[in-house]
């Protein structure tokens, strides 16, 4: 895992797994209506999706979209996912989801000006909130400051697929496998007040939890699975 070349050999076997699952799924997906306005406005936006959905994350990606760039921690399973997204044709920020939006980003660090560089050119930045070492399925104030920051909209979105291999991992991760059925379910587009208290962004924060593992539940009971319950 420090070999440069071996996180890219299987980065670009991760990205032609995830091209593989998206293209052979028969997808289901819902509350398509949710998602329209904000990817028709071509501004930049805020995507949110669990960790243990990764390799589903594409799936839901197309082309008329705004451009994605997915914000990955610094370790070494983070190179391989930062390798998997190049080969995808993804654009990477490399920091922490916890730490994306603290009141400095505006002046702050590498990736702070990164990430306010992509929202403000209409771009999309996936965050998986949970990520990378949990709690599972919860969801930090982080991403919500940083929408009141940047003015940019969140956008939860849920995945299931019924073939499938889940890990015992921290997040019970799952090897989407394909040639199956599988569900996409839009969330609610949420817009953050630039005079939003802190409060008013936990109200928000916690409403947003609760509806994409209400979202992930539901898509995973349909295609014949026990729901996985946040840690």
């Not at 760039?69 to 080969?87: E, M, N, P, Q, Y």
């Not at 953050?192 to 994409?212: C, F, L």
């Amino acid at each position: 895992m420090r070999s440069a070349f071996m996180q890219a050999l299987l980065g670009g076997l991760v990205a032609l797994w995830m091209t593989l699952v998206k293209y052979t799924t028969r997808w289901d997906i819902q509350h398509a209506d949710r998602a329209e306005p904000v990817i028709a406005s071509g501004e930049g936006l805020i995507a949110l999706t669990f960790h243990s959905r990764f390799l589903l994350l594409t799936s839901a990606w197309k082309k008329r979209f705004q451009h994605p760039h997915v914000l990955i921690s610094k370790s070494r399973d983070g190179a391989v996912v930062a390798w998997t997204c190049r080969w995808l044709g993804l654009s990477t920020v490399r920091g922490s989801a916890k730490n994306a939006a603290k009141t400095k980003i505006k002046g702050g660090g590498k990736a702070g000006r990164e990430i306010l560089d992509a929202i403000e050119q209409g771009g999309c930045i996936v965050i998986t909130p949970d990520g990378p070492r949990g709690p599972r399925q919860r969801v930090p104030i982080g991403p919500f400051r940083l929408a009141k920051l940047s003015g940019a909209p969140v956008l939860p979105c849920t995945f299931s697929v019924a073939n499938r291999k889940q890990f015992n991992s921290w997040d019970r991760f799952i090897l989407p496998l394909p040639f199956g059925r599988g569900k996409i379910i839009w969330g609610t587009p949420v817009q953050i007040s630039e005079t939003a208290t802190e409060a008013e962004m936990e109200t928000i924060r916690a409403q947003v939890e609760a509806d994409m593992n209400h979202a992930m539940t539901e898509a995973d009971i349909a295609l014949g699975h026990n729901p996985v319950l946040p840690a």
